[in-house]
């Protein structure tokens, strides 16, 4: 059944939701500390391939999350809200949607069109394409300026999470925490 008949979030959905808020939270969290954790060039190489092995596997775990909210759609208002935070909403929804697919893609093909192979883990590598200092100069830039919009995003998220749950007492942030 089609989340659009629901008021509620079902479990693949909250599954989806939890997982890639906690991995993306922590990759951003991770990006942030290589870039200003003043970390010597020989500390941060082992770290930063951790940081592409998940970024990268987390790029078709984040395909999965947003092809299934495509299809699942969401949950009718539990609610009546105003127009325009409905529309905020779902502003704030498809660009934290977006951005959980930007961003892996972005540092992927950042490494790959500088020349540089991404090894997953030891498991395989993910070959490096020729040097485009277009396609890498732009998602560089992407990469490294998301980041701060991205934080914007996630503490509105939070925000209007926190102010249904304890202002408004609805029960919007119950549908995603499975409780009814």
């Known amino acids: 059944m089609s989340e659009r008949q629901g008021s509620t979030f079902g479990f693949i959905s909250r599954f989806n939701h939890w ?3 906690l991995v993306f939270i922590g990759m951003l969290c991770l ?4 870039e200003f954790g003043g970390l ?3 500390a941060k190489g082992p770290l930063m391939g951790i940081h592409k092995s998940v970024g ?6 984040a395909l999965w999350r ?3 909210r495509i299809v699942q759609g969401f949950p009718q208002d539990i609610a009546v809200f105003p127009a325009w935070q ?3 909403a779902r502003i704030v929804h498809w660009l934290l949607l977006l951005s959980v697919i930007a961003m892996p893609l972005s540092g992927a093909l950042m490494s790959l069109f500088n020349g540089r192979d991404i090894d997953i883990f030891g498991w395989f590598r993910v070959p490096a394409q020729d040097k485009n200092e277009l396609i890498s100069g732009i998602a560089h830039e ?8 991205i934080v914007a995003l996630i503490l509105l998220h939070l925000g209007a999470a926190i102010k249904h749950q304890f202002i ?3 029960r919007t942030l119950g549908r995603m925490l499975g409780s009814r």
């Open 19 to 21: 997982t890639v808020a």
């Open 31 to 34: 990006g942030f500390y290589l």
């Open 40 to 42: 010597e060039r020989e």
């Open 56 to 61: 990268t596997l987390f790029l078709v775990f």
């Open 66 to 68: 947003v092809l299934w």
């Open 86 to 88: 409905k529309i905020s």
């Open 142 to 149: 992407i990469h490294g300026t998301a980041p701060y919009i």
């Open 168 to 170: 408004d007492g609805d």
